[in-house]
């Protein structure tokens, strides 16, 4: 639909900043944000915990929890903004799936940056150990992917910004305007 909104999904590897510029978004957008943790079932937070990575069968119901998340925004007409890993292009097809328009944010960044901001926070359930297999695992976001990529070098602030430009949201936060990043059109 037309009308539909334009959700963000604001993806990455474990420590690359997604929460952080996810609540920015959500505060200079003004949109509902929720964040991935919440969707996961206790069995995939006690596995992830315990240093073992998650397979494709523990990430289905959990993407598909967020999929309808996103569609329940929609029927509410309002756009929404989700962080979640969507490390690999079938899993960023179920959150496509949602009603609205889906654009995803990937937050790129140097290995050893990121690791060493895993290594600096404290209270999250996802061990650095398991940072080599989600860069194994990542597959950038294709040409025909809606969305961009930003480097996770800059300040949260930074970041927000060039998002918010990029997709070019700094006029109307609602809809969705068009672009040239990743199959923006």
């Given at each position: 639909?037309?009308?539909?909104?334009?959700?963000?999904v604001?993806?990455g590897?474990?420590?690359s900043?997604?929460?952080?510029?996810?609540?920015?978004?959500?505060?200079?957008l003004?949109?509902?944000f929720?964040?991935a943790?919440?969707?996961?079932?206790?069995?995939?937070?006690?596995k992830?915990a315990a240093?073992?990575?998650?397979?494709?069968?523990?990430?289905?119901p959990?993407?598909?929890?967020?999929?309808?998340?996103?569609?329940?925004?929609?029927?509410?007409h309002?756009p929404a903004i989700?962080t979640c890993s969507?490390?690999?292009?079938?899993?960023?097809?179920v959150l496509r799936?949602?009603?609205?328009?889906?654009?995803?944010v990937?937050?790129s960044?140097?290995?050893?940056?990121?690791g060493?901001?895993?290594?600096?926070?404290?209270?999250?359930?996802m061990?650095?150990s398991?940072?080599?297999s989600?860069?194994?695992?990542?597959?950038?976001?294709?040409?025909?992917e809606?969305?961009v990529?930003?480097?996770v070098?800059g300040?949260?602030?930074?970041?927000?910004?060039?998002?918010?430009d990029?997709?070019?949201?700094?006029a109307?936060?609602?809809?969705?305007p068009?672009?040239?990043?990743?199959?923006v059109?």
């Amino acid at each position: 639909m037309v009308n539909d909104p334009a959700h963000l999904v604001v993806m990455g590897v474990s420590g690359s900043g997604k929460s952080t510029v996810a609540e920015l978004l959500a505060a200079r957008l003004r949109r509902p944000f929720a964040e991935a943790d919440e969707f996961h079932p206790p069995e995939n937070i006690d596995k992830m915990a315990a240093g073992e990575p998650l397979t494709d069968d523990d990430r289905w119901p959990w993407l598909r929890t967020m999929r309808d998340w996103l569609t329940a925004q929609s029927a509410l007409h309002q756009p929404a903004i989700v962080t979640c890993s969507a490390l690999r292009r079938v899993y960023r097809d179920v959150l496509r799936e949602a009603r609205g328009t889906v654009l995803f944010v990937h937050l790129s960044g140097d290995p050893a940056l990121v690791g060493e901001r895993i290594g600096d926070r404290s209270g999250h359930f996802m061990p650095a150990s398991l940072l080599p297999s989600q860069y194994q695992t990542l597959e950038p976001l294709g040409t025909d992917e809606r969305g961009v990529t930003v480097s996770v070098e800059g300040t949260p602030e930074e970041i927000t910004t060039e998002v918010i430009d990029g997709l070019g949201l700094g006029a109307e936060p609602t809809s969705w305007p068009g672009g040239s990043q990743h199959g923006v059109d």
